[in-house]
């Protein structure tokens, strides 16, 4: 049984991520933030559910929709705001912006775009823990599409082979872009089971419930650890807005109703909400209380992110190379 | 003290030199480990480091970013492909990870590797193995490219890019390995970017790197039995360029031939003819390389598409319009370095 504690630190850190991004969609068209975003609403839950069960030294990689696993993981708030500001006070003193968010301190060492790529470069994290003797595991965060990517088997074969202390975590949500699963892959074909080709066991989640995902993820990281073998989660999630933007784009009508609003019955945030109430622990006061301290954090890191400067011109030419 | 060896043996002794300095130094890539040991640029390595010499999968877009994961975790990797066109695989992870992460991370996570590209040329390697690609490489910021042309310097650029908390494109060319040369007993580094003047002349300046550089040489000395003294400008480094040193010669002479050990176009040659154009006036610049072509595999056809001493020769004469006549030994096996090669690749 899961302790109620957990549940509500749980919610507590789902319901952060969601009114972060909430905050940054209602914000994007002050035309401040002048970088693509793409939020992570509506798959807070695997993120933070993974990620709950991460020592600090413990490594996440992620690709473009990374704020989600970036907070859950501990990556700082202001520094996250000000790279979306552009400012010299961001994770990258605003090189990266938000498709390169990074905080060596939280150990969050790669977020790159260009679909698949981190894959191969958490490999070689895990490769050098390894070669260092230490128990650290490294979680890859990629979506459907990466798996189409053929750094995707090539990472997959030599995390087996080299029997490296990696957790694979797939969002399936379905959509690359715009493109549906179905146009992409062959029935036929299954994420897990390419994992399990190569001698990599899995585990297939229906959806991103937080609990579920929370107790598996937990489970599977201490065998990683015990028997020095990486493992392989996919998990079907819901993506709310568009791929890229502060808005919802379903009135292009590319996703089917019925898809649309199963899952939003499922989000997380409702279902974490009513199980607590039932619970006792959560009550409408308690949850306004929850909400105003997130809410203030989140308007200083704006303010912080605002206030900030910009990198100076003299500093355009630096960080090319290492001196 | 001063030794003589082949350049492929010079690359073995800076990569043992390595690893005994420091064991975060590891060398990947197919065959790496194999009995005959990448040309025998790492022959015995994994018998005498079998922790730091790794052979790799089938897949280099995906062991660059392995190394890459390396390099950000404190290692220093040394990636080796027996022909540059199988890098081209690892574009991806080269110019849009590696050469950037230490800039998309404002310097917080420097990416330490040596990439090793061996180009090739004659024996019919054809179209997908003979290739100098240096051009490509050479235009990302964030990458620095090597390509020297004797032991001494395939030596100490090797230590020096290692030792590099940058990204290092290390240039071979397949008929370099098996030049002889002196080489200082104690091994140390050389800073990248630094040409070097191999020969000193007042007539024509010769501007080259790579392999090339041999035939420069070679032309060189035959010219010189005609009272033609030429200079010759060894780059050793294309990313940084070493401007000044170009610079310098460039006025010495006023007369330049720019001997690419690429193909012309867009090449590496363009941009020394840019640096003297934007820098200096009245001076005379001609250049030459690889034919606009891929590359056939019959000697037939191949013989005509390298720039070698011959051509050279005809050029330089062309261009301090002399009208001797200049007695050139034909080269009878063109697709040979040395009549020791005789293939397979």
């Known amino acids: ?323 | 003290m001063i030794k003589k060896i082949t350049y492929a043996d010079a690359i073995k002794d800076a990569l043992q030199t390595s690893i005994k300095n420091d064991k975060k130094v590891v060398l990947l890539g197919l065959g790496v480990d194999d009995p005959k040991g990448i040309f025998g640029t790492t022959k015995n390595l994994y018998n005498n480091f079998p922790n730091n010499v790794f052979d790799m999968p089938t897949a280099e877009n995906g062991f660059t970013g392995f190394a890459l994961g390396l390099a950000i975790s404190g290692f220093r990797p040394v990636i080796v492909h027996q022909r540059v066109e199988f890098s081209l695989l690892s574009i991806e992870q080269i110019f849009n990870q590696i050469a950037k992460w230490n800039y998309m991370s404002a310097g917080s996570s420097p990416a330490p590797i040596v990439i090793r590209l061996i180009i090739g040329k004659g024996w019919g390697q054809g179209p997908q193995h003979s290739q100098s690609l240096e051009t490509i490489y050479s235009h990302i910021p964030g990458l620095k490219v090597v390509c020297p042309s004797s032991p001494q310097d395939a030596r100490d650029l090797m230590i020096s890019s290692i030792k590099d908390n940058n990204p290092v494109i290390f240039f071979e060319h397949r008929w370099c390995h098996s030049i002889k040369g002196k080489v200082n007993k104690k091994i140390k580094s050389s800073k990248i970017g630094k040409g070097k003047i191999l020969r000193k002349g007042k007539h024509i300046s010769l501007i080259s790197f790579s392999y090339s550089i041999i035939e420069c040489i070679f032309a060189a000395k035959i010219l010189k039995k005609y009272g033609i003294l030429c200079e010759v400008l060894d780059l050793r480094s294309l990313r940084p360029i070493d401007k000044k040193a170009i610079i310098k010669t460039a006025n010495k002479t006023k007369k330049i031939l720019i001997v690419d050990n690429g193909m012309k176009t867009f090449g590496v040659s363009a941009e020394i003819l840019s640096i003297i154009y934007e820098n200096l006036k009245n001076i005379y610049v001609e250049r030459i390389g690889v034919l606009d072509t891929p590359l056939p595999s019959s000697v037939a056809l191949a013989k005509y598409c390298y720039p070698e001493h011959e051509e050279i020769i005809k050029k330089v004469c062309k261009i301090l319009k002399i009208t001797k006549k200049i007695n050139i030994k034909k080269n009878k096996n063109p697709d040979q370095p040395n009549s020791d090669f005789i293939g397979p690749f």
């Open chain 1, 1 to 323: 049984m899961i302790e109620n504690k957990i549940i509500y630190n749980l919610y507590k850190k789902i319901l952060r991520i969601r009114l972060i991004e909430t905050a940054i969609a209602e914000n994007y068209s002050k035309q401040k933030m002048r970088c693509p975003v793409h939020l992570s609403i509506g798959q807070e839950s695997v993120a933070v559910s993974i990620c709950s069960n991460l020592k600090k030294s413990d490594v996440v990689v992620t690709a473009h929709r990374s704020h989600a696993h970036y907070l859950a993981k501990g990556g700082s708030l202001n520094k996250m705001i000000s790279e979306l500001h552009g400012k010299v006070t961001g994770s990258a003193k605003g090189r990266g912006g938000s498709m390169h968010l990074i905080d060596k301190n939280s150990n969050i060492n790669a977020a790159v775009p260009i679909v698949g790529s981190t894959l191969p470069i958490g490999v070689g994290i895990a490769w050098a823990n390894k070669l260092k003797k230490n128990q650290r595991i490294v979680v890859i965060f990629f979506g459907d599409g990466a798996t189409e990517e053929g750094t995707f088997l090539e990472s997959i074969d030599f995390a087996s082979l080299f029997n490296l202390k990696i957790l694979f975590v797939c969002e399936n949500n379905n959509y690359s872009v715009y493109s549906s699963l179905k146009k992409r892959q062959s029935k036929f074909r299954s994420i897990s089971k390419l994992a399990n080709s190569v001698g990599i066991k899995s585990t297939q989640l229906k959806n991103h419930d937080t609990i579920n995902l929370f107790q598996s993820a937990k489970k599977i990281i201490k065998k990683i650890i015990k028997s020095s073998r990486p493992h392989l989660i996919e998990v079907n999630t819901f993506r709310y807005l568009e791929h890229c933007g502060p808005n919802n784009d379903d009135y292009l009508n590319y996703r089917d109703k019925n898809e649309i609003t199963s899952w939003l019955k499922k989000d997380q945030i409702l279902s974490l909400e009513n199980l607590l109430s039932r619970k006792k622990i959560l009550n409408e006061n308690k949850k306004k209380k929850i909400i105003r301290s997130i809410n203030s954090d989140i308007k200083k890191a704006f303010k912080f992110a605002e206030t900030s400067s910009y990198p100076n011109k003299k500093d355009l030419m630096r960080y090319i190379y290492n001196d």
